[in-house]
């Protein structure tokens, strides 16, 4: 096959380095290859969470302790740093892509910002559908932000809606049954996706989803909306040194000549790999990745040491491709106990990994203050150290590690307990074949 690269029609006047050969992209080296973009092998150590997040991803954020990890897998950053990086405005949690919430670096506030107005205008058709015009809607903007103005501190949500008494309306059984309980929460993210109004922790914390709000006025990015997109394609390639278009549509949520343009500006170039010139049924897409990547990627070494990491279950590796099951290796993708996992594009735990390779799953479990682990092939004396690492990471730091705003002790007992017997049906497999194969307590066959 042909190593010539094939590009996007591109305004860039880099050339496009010369394509490695397919077959030398097995899923093994791309494993350890977005291993390595994500800094999750040493490279980002004693980087600031702002460097991180720019050389990373934003930190997805639902509620859950998955930005403190983020930062603490990647440069060893404790929690109380992390909240004072916040309080300063160094990064925050903002409505970004497709309109969901992410921690990020300060010198992207503006223009990924801009990416996520089409999400509030969207909450606006939905009120609209209900007899809600636009005029009521952009009143209670100002409302808003003269009672904001006028406070002595951040409001939450309630206390807004008991000063504004009768400029919020309630949108009855209608409204809830199409998740528009009022029309504040319509106002809200309209003055956050212009940078107006943000949201603040009410107790400085990522991990807890209760929030006030404030008067921010933030100034606007400067480029248009096609130069946005373009930045988000740009880093978002970046962060992961390589995406499928679908993959790329997905986490944009730019329609397919948006996906192309934004392709084309930064000089994209597609690259087959081992699994796209594969003739099985299940031969994967063409990466889309940045130019200077295609250099980096060919001289790419696979690292021989083990590089053991705890992540949450939303961490960017997976949720920026949404493509835990290409982090598995084939040998384990077929464990009962892993249920339908390798056709899931999220995670049901955190993962426990190596170079990039899920090895194990894992649940914190507070009552007892430890980490409940299942790995697949056994602990090595990395991973039984780098655990105990996590473990007291979040028992000093956290108290306990939430996947979601929802999630609780109490909720996430039946995946510990599902953990916990899988490790145990796992260490026992050895212990039967010995006995099977004549070892000590069996007999030998015939």
């Known amino acids: 096959m042909s190593t010539q690269p094939v590009t996007t029609q591109s305004p860039s006047t880099n050339a496009p380095a010369t394509l490695p050969e397919p077959q030398s992209l097995t899923p093994e080296r791309l494993r350890a290859w977005a291993w390595h973009r994500q800094g999750l ?46 309080l300063a405005h160094r990064i925050l949690e903002l409505p970004v892509a497709r309109g969901c919430t992410y921690v990020l670096g300060r010198d992207d506030f503006a223009w990924a910002l801009q990416l996520g107005r089409d999400a509030a205008d969207q909450a606006f058709k939905v009120v609209g559908r209900l007899g ?31 000063e504004l008494g009768d400029s919020v309306r309630n949108l009855g059984e209608e ?67 390589g995406a499928t278009f679908k993959q790329s549509q997905w986490f944009t949520a730019f329609t397919v000549a948006q996906t192309k343009a934004a392709l084309a500006a930064v000089g994209a170039v597609e690259v087959p790999t081992a699994q796209t010139t594969s003739q099985a049924p299940a031969g994967g897409d063409a990466l889309w990745m940045l130019p200077d990547d295609v250099g ?50 999220d995670l049901p735990d955190h993962p426990i990994l190596d170079r990039g390779r899920i090895i194990g799953l894992w649940q914190y479990e507070p009552a007892k203050e430890r980490i409940v682990p299942w790995l697949f092939h056994g602990a090595t004396p990395a991973v039984t150290q780098r655990i105990a690492e996590v473990e007291a990471w979040i028992r000093e730091d956290l108290g306990d590690f939430r996947a979601f705003s929802l999630d609780s002790p109490a909720t996430r007992q039946k995946r510990i307990d599902a953990l916990a017997a899988s490790a145990e049906a796992s260490a026992a497999e050895p212990l039967a074949a010995s006995s099977a194969a004549g070892g000590p307590g069996g007999s030998a066959a015939g």
């Open 41 to 86: 092998d040493g490279s980002l150590a004693g980087c600031t969470s702002e460097q991180v997040f720019a050389r990373a991803g934003w930190a997805r954020s639902v509620g859950g302790a998955n930005p403190y990890l983020t930062l603490f897998a990647r440069a060893g950053i404790r929690r109380e740093q992390v909240d004072a990086d916040v």
């Open 132 to 162: 809600v015009d636009r005029g009521e809607i952009t009143l209670l903007e100002e409302q808003v932000l003269h009672t904001l103005a006028e406070a002595e501190g951040p409001m939450d949500p309630r206390q807004l809606k008991d």
């Open 175 to 241: 409204g809830k049954k199409k998740g528009a309980t009022t029309t504040l929460p319509t106002a809200l993210g309209i003055l956050q996706s212009d940078g107006r109004i943000r949201r603040v922790p009410a107790n400085g914390r990522l991990d807890q989803q209760r929030y006030a709000y404030e008067p921010w006025g933030l100034p606007a990015s400067g480029l248009d909306d096609g130069a946005a997109r373009t930045e988000l394609i740009r880093r978002y390639l970046g962060w992961t040194g």
């Open 296 to 345: 980096l990627l060919a001289g790419f070494a696979e690292p021989a040491e083990e590089q053991i990491q705890l992540l949450a279950g939303t961490d960017s590796l997976f949720l920026l491709r949404r493509n835990a099951a290409d982090l598995l290796a084939e040998e384990d993708r077929d464990k009962p106990a892993l249920g339908s996992l390798a056709l899931q594009a």
